[in-house]
């Protein structure tokens, strides 16, 4: 029996609402559940990189003009979603991600039209590097929560979609620019995001999402909170960090950010270079370069069933932290959280009591203008905040970051 992984969900409380009242209290923070779906055979490592080619493609696709196609970047097939976050969204569920903007539903339940819903004249269609979707633009009043409602807000009702069992779309919060070119008839022209309509509209004070995850062991807690319109000091330990969105393409098209990255004391792993933080990539990924010197310090080698990087208990006990710097300054990803959760072995594939790491490969050499990701493995660790009127990321230390919850 082929062993399954898991599908990570983040829960959040959201529906579209026919006759919404507007009540404007910003910031408002919401509870996120993190719980895990087994489904079919994943490969966490082979998921990401896909993401990752298909980001870069993307990219490239809207300041070309060209369409994105998953087939001229990925040569390897990947099962759906690996680890995400999800929204329920009525009587459906929404991948939230910072790596896309556009919201749409109807994956694997029908769209539901509401005393507000309107189909405009377009098609919408988006690939992403685990599956894509297709269908027709409408306008809807959608409610994620009392306070949090937006009218006219455009979704994409998918006519066909792949790769997304077990979840029904996405919740875009991306930069509104990567809808460029996604609807035909094409314009040049962004569809607002859920959270750009918010400030809009004046629900929220502030076009900007704080997030907070926490590390955890079990298959299913009440680890989080997303706060739009402002942040959640509760959440997070000292200052925020405010990192400039980086000019460096294609890490400048999504909330790209420029980081080093060194290995204990002085064992420098990547220079300062630019990347991306998101929350739809699972593992910590490094350029190929930088991961070969990370796997020459730590000893790590690659584990044939999960293609995770495996330590011995001896070489755990000698890990060093990874420092991560970025807008002067450097945040600490320990040794314990460079950790898989050991109690999760299994349901990734692994063999229980080994001991896997969260620092995997890019697939690609630094210098390509997105060298590494942040994932949601090391967001675990720190709070972050995406903030649009200012193009920057926040990042924060929290109670969790020294946490040996591993």
Do not use: C
């Amino acid at each position: 029996m082929f062993p399954t992984t898991l599908l990570t969900t983040l829960l959040l409380a959201l529906s579209v609402a026919a006759n919404p009242v507007l009540v404007n209290r910003s910031p408002v923070t919401l509870p996120i559940s993190r719980r895990l779906n087994l489904t079919s055979i994943h490969n966490l490592v082979r998921h990401d990189q896909a993401r990752a080619k298909a980001l870069r493609a993307r990219a490239a696709a809207k300041t070309t003009g060209l369409t994105f196609h998953t087939d001229a970047v990925i040569n390897e097939q990947v099962d759906n979603q690996a680890v995400t976050y999800i929204a329920s969204v009525g009587v459906d569920s929404l991948i939230i991600d910072t790596g896309s903007s556009n919201t749409w539903v109807g994956a694997t339940k029908a769209y539901v039209k509401t005393s507000t819903s309107v189909q405009t004249s377009n098609k919408v269609s988006v690939t992403y590097g685990s599956g894509s979707f297709s269908g027709t633009e409408f306008t809807d009043t959608v409610t994620l929560a009392p306070g949090l409602v937006i009218p006219k807000q455009s979704i994409g009702v998918a006519s066909t979609s792949t790769g997304f069992a077990g979840v029904d779309g996405i919740l875009g919060i991306g930069p509104v620019d990567l809808t460029v070119g996604t609807l035909s008839p094409a314009t040049n022209s962004p569809i607002p995001t859920v959270t750009d309509n918010l400030f809009a509209n004046g629900v929220i004070t502030a076009n900007e999402i704080g997030v907070s995850f926490e590390p955890t062991t079990t298959p299913e807690v009440l680890n989080g909170e997303l706060t739009w319109g402002g942040t959640d000091s509760s959440k997070f330990t000292g200052a925020i960090t405010f990192i400039p969105i980086t000019t460096t393409f294609p890490a400048s098209e999504f909330w790209g950010i420029n980081q080093s990255v060194r290995y204990g004391t002085s064992t420098s792993i990547l220079t300062t270079t630019a990347g991306i933080v998101d929350t739809g990539t699972t593992l910590v990924l490094l350029a190929t370069n930088g991961l070969t010197k990370y796997k020459t310090a730590t000893g790590a080698v690659v584990d044939s069933a999960t293609g995770l990087l495996r330590i011995t208990s001896a070489q755990f006990s000698a890990l060093q932290s990874l420092f991560f710097t970025a807008g002067g300054t450097t945040f600490e990803l320990t040794a314990n959280a460079q950790l898989w959760p050991r109690s999760l072995n299994t349901d990734i594939g692994g063999i229980a009591g080994r001991i896997y790491l969260i620092v995997n490969d890019l697939g690609t050499n630094s210098g390509q203008g997105l060298d590494f990701i942040n994932g949601y493995t090391f967001l675990e660790r720190f709070y972050s905040v995406f903030d649009t009127t200012n193009k920057r990321v926040g990042l924060a230390t929290t109670p969790f970051t020294t946490a040996t919850t591993n």
